[in-house]
């Protein structure tokens, strides 16, 4: 692993293949059904509430499935990060009551309480995305995964998702075997942050350039055993339970409850 605040695909797969509780056994059409409401859910409303609401339904339901609720902490850096690196500057353009305010180089600075709003809610999306996401990858078998992404997507999207999943195992391997072998070396020791700086753009480049070779490799490897361009997964995949269809129908009336009837941040209906 190479740091604590990306997610590890190991630990990933393990969890899908273990199936160790009854959200586990949901259908994998099911989650994809919850996956793609929630998205929907949080692209139409303002709502800090509905988000905030959402959010603890859906880390509960991360919870309950049996998934590691400290390393999801832990994987939220690089989502937050993102978020405020895109919002941060436009949260001082958000009119509003003050809520501080300074110069800087002569131009004037203010953060309003609906810049903060803002902040706060994009961050609640980022994160309800990130954890039913992961809900559905950390809960749902690889076989019955390939089959989904095979089943509904056309192709060469279906054979690029597929091939740029496995792919990714073999990338970060890659890399984490660079990064142990710089620090048996004293790499880790080096007191010089510019040296540093140019040793890991070094070992990144290194790794950008053998995963090309690594591809073609793995390409010829997949030729040599009659890989024609096209994988077709024929797994089975689960079909939904009455039970689930009716949670989905549940479900869908909540949302468009909320999103049609409940006013957003600003005081107006989402349209």
Request: glycine share 6%.
């Amino acid at each position: 692993m190479i740091s604590g605040h990306i997610p590890d695909p190991d630990l990933i797969t393990s969890y899908a293949e273990r199936q160790g509780s009854r959200l586990s056994r949901i259908s994998p059409w099911t989650k994809c059904a919850v996956l793609l409401l929630v998205i929907l859910t949080i692209t139409l409303t303002r709502n800090l509430l509905i988000c905030t609401a959402l959010y603890l339904a859906v880390l509960l339901v991360y919870a309950l499935a049996g998934l590691p609720v400290r390393k999801l902490f832990a994987w939220y850096l690089l989502p937050v990060i993102f978020v405020l690196s895109l919002v941060g500057l436009l949260a001082w353009t958000e009119p509003g009551r003050p809520v501080l305010a300074f110069s800087l180089f002569g131009f004037p600075r203010v953060l309003s309480d609906k810049g903060i709003l803002l902040v706060v809610t994009l961050t609640e999306k980022a994160l309800i995305s990130v954890t039913i996401t992961l809900f559905l990858i950390m809960t749902t078998r690889y076989h019955h995964l390939s089959a989904l992404i095979n089943r509904v997507f056309p192709s060469p999207i279906d054979q690029i998702f597929l091939m740029a999943y496995r792919f990714l195992f073999l990338t970060l391997a890659m890399t984490g075997s660079m990064l142990k072998a710089v620090r048996s070396r004293g790499g880790g020791l080096l007191p010089s942050v510019r040296v540093k700086g140019r040793l890991s753009a070094e070992v990144f480049a290194l790794v950008f350039i053998r995963s090309f070779e690594r591809a073609e490799r793995v390409h010829k490897a997949m030729i040599s055993r009659g890989y024609t361009g096209i994988y077709r997964a024929g797994t089975e995949i689960p079909r939904p339970r009455p039970a689930e269809y009716s949670a989905l129908v549940i479900f869908a009336a909540a949302i468009a409850l909320m999103i049609f009837i409940v006013p957003n941040s600003t005081g107006g209906l989402v349209r």
